[in-house]
T-cell receptor
Framework: NAGVTQTPKFQVLKTGQSMTLQCAQDMNHEYMSWYRQDPGMGLRLIHYSVGAGITDQGEVPNGYNVSRSTTEDFPLRLLSAAPSQTSVYFC?????????????FGPGTRLTVL | GQQLNQSPQSMFIQEGEDVSMNCTSSSIFNTWLWYKQDPGEGPVLLIALYKAGELTSNGRLTAQFGITRKDSFLNISASIPSDVGIYFCAGSGNQFYFGTGTSLTVIP
């Protein structure tokens, strides 16, 4: 299993540009999430999905859109990039329900907005 | 959103020493998880704990789920240079909440 994969690994955008961060998992996990990581702030939840066709907002959703058309993929869209969105973005997945609640992370996308 | 109180923020230790770090919360969690993050990489799951009082080991790492379900501890014995990195705790109920990390430096 590849686990959770993310592309691109690095990206530089100009203010106002749009882009999509890709995330895929091959573990058949129902739950998928997007987090951003900023110095001194820990991991903050942007959006999450409990299954195909179902998404919801996390703690810091403004400026981001998501969709979940398949179990495997959970792309994150920046509609109009702003310097405040400079961060490291992590996608994560886990099983739904059951006794085990282990969340697995991708390698991250490092985004700089100029 | 809630963040967990993780301490210490950073540690500088000699190779071979033992390390202890902890995480506390104002909320009760069903699961406590410990992750390690190397520079430029994503967090990697080290240990998962599911029951209050549970003590679980993974090699030189030992973690405990506090009796009150509001805290957890991670110990690393006989540290080696590759233990360098940032260690995060995470608590889970319906959502996941993360600590701000403990940065560990091991001096050879």
């Amino acid at each position: 299993n590849a686990g959770v994969t993310q592309t691109p690994k690095f990206q530089v955008l100009k203010t106002g540009q749009s882009m999509t961060l890709q995330c895929a998992q091959d573990m058949n996990h129902e739950y998928m999430s997007w987090y951003r990581q900023d110095p001194g702030m820990g991991l903050r939840l942007i959006h999450y999905s409990v299954g195909a066709g179902i998404t919801d907002q996390g703690e810091v959703p403004n400026g981001y859109n998501v969709s979940r058309s398949t179990t495997e993929d959970f792309p994150l869209r920046l509609l109009s990039a702003a310097p405040s969105q400079t961060s490291v973005y992590f996608c994560a997945s886990r099983r739904r329900g059951g006794s085990y609640n282990e969340q697995f992370f991708g390698p991250g996308t490092r985004l700089t907005v100029l | 959103g809630q963040q967990l109180n993780q301490s210490p923020q950073s540690m500088f230790i000699q190779e071979g020493e033992d390390v202890s770090m902890n995480c506390t919360s104002s909320s009760i969690f069903n699961t406590w998880l410990w992750y390690k993050q190397d520079p430029g990489e994503g967090p990697v799951l080290l240990i998962a704990l599911y029951k209050a009082g549970e003590l679980t080991s993974n090699g030189r790492l030992t973690a405990q789920f506090g009796i009150t379900r509001k805290d957890s501890f991670l110990n690393i014995s006989a540290s080696i240079p590759s233990d360098v990195g940032i260690y995060f705790c995470a608590g889970s109920g319906n959502q996941f909440y993360f600590g701000t990390g403990t940065s560990l430096t091991v001096i050879p």
